[in-house]
């Protein structure tokens, strides 16, 4: 049967970009148990603390957090245990997984114009905003929220590491045009960066709910799970932190920041216009605290 050059493309250059995952190291045993087990908050603390006691640059980071200005404690924590019983499982999951994406990014090599702190710092402000949504609204699966947030834009990094090339030009046709970046990339790539995030986190055996949120993170009103009963998808959570994210000083390039009435029409779609200023605010100090412990 012949095959049409647009499919031998699509699936070279998918194919190229998911190569580029082979270069960077696993997750640590402790970040899979906690991403395996993001459902179930009845983990052992003195099963983990143990693990985590192991590493002594993990404790010592651990410790850090909760003795920031973020918790605002009196006295100094100063045992591991002690520390996730205030943290709780979903905060210590949280920074767990920021540090360890932290160090996954600073490993790999970029092209000229890729910045990897502006990258890193995207990823971390969606993360938290996503999670905060979740506490404030009925969202499927709100506890992927913070995963699915830090981990939404991984394809755009696949792409830039994979195929510099075709990357330079997509940020010449985004200039050239105005179009939507994923616009450029289902004509240049006939593969968005939201596909290739779903399927890197196919890869690492995230869970499905997790891997569809990215996947519909720029159509999230196309995703087949939309709920009736007032549930927001968790699509619709991470666009939404997305949005927040660019217009609140956290762009990874010039062209994806985004206006402040962007960042108001994103938590009224969501329904959380009323709370916009303290959501900031919230996501300012958590962002604060979680850079200055990664």
């Not at 996954?104 to 502006?118: E, F, I, M, Q, Y």
């Not at 990258?119 to 992927?144: C, R, T, W």
């Not at 981990?151 to 792409?159: E, F, M, S, T």
Request: net charge negative; hydrophobic share 45%.
């Amino acid at each position: 049967m012949d095959v049409s050059p647009s499919i031998l493309h699509r699936v070279s250059y998918r194919d190229l970009a998911l190569k580029s995952l082979d270069q960077l190291p696993p997750f640590s045993p402790v970040l899979n148990h906690l991403v395996a087990n993001l459902a179930d908050e009845d983990v052992s603390f003195a099963k983990l603390a143990g693990v985590i006691e192991r590493d002594s640059v993990l404790s010592g980071n651990v410790l850090r957090l909760v003795n920031s200005a973020l918790y605002g404690r009196r006295g100094t924590v100063s045992s591991v245990g002690a520390a996730l019983s205030i943290l709780g499982i979903a905060k210590l999951r949280n920074y767990l997984l920021g540090l360890s994406v932290s160090k996954l990014w600073a490993k790999v090599n970029t092209p000229d114009g890729w910045s990897t702190s502006r990258f890193n710092d995207h990823a971390v402000a969606v993360g938290l905003m996503a999670d905060l949504i979740a506490q404030k609204k009925s969202v499927d699966y709100p506890e992927g929220a913070f995963v699915g947030g830090l981990l939404h834009d991984l394809g755009r990094l696949l792409i830039a590491t994979a195929l510099p090339d075709e990357h330079q030009r997509l940020n010449q046709m985004r200039l050239s045009t105005g179009r939507p970046l994923f616009d450029c990339e289902q004509e240049l790539l006939e593969v968005s960066h939201a596909e290739l995030s779903a399927a890197a986190l196919s890869r690492w055996n995230l869970p499905a709910p997790i891997q569809k949120a990215v996947l519909y993170h720029h159509s999230w009103k196309l995703d087949p799970i939309r709920s009736t009963s007032g549930t927001k998808p968790l699509s619709a959570v991470i666009w939404a932190a997305n949005e927040v994210a660019n217009g609140s000083g956290f762009p990874i390039g010039d062209a994806d920041a985004t206006s402040d009435s962007s960042v108001l029409s994103a938590l009224q779609e969501i329904g959380l216009d009323d709370q916009a200023s303290a959501l900031l605010e919230q996501l300012k100090t958590e962002f604060e605290a979680m850079k200055a412990n990664i």
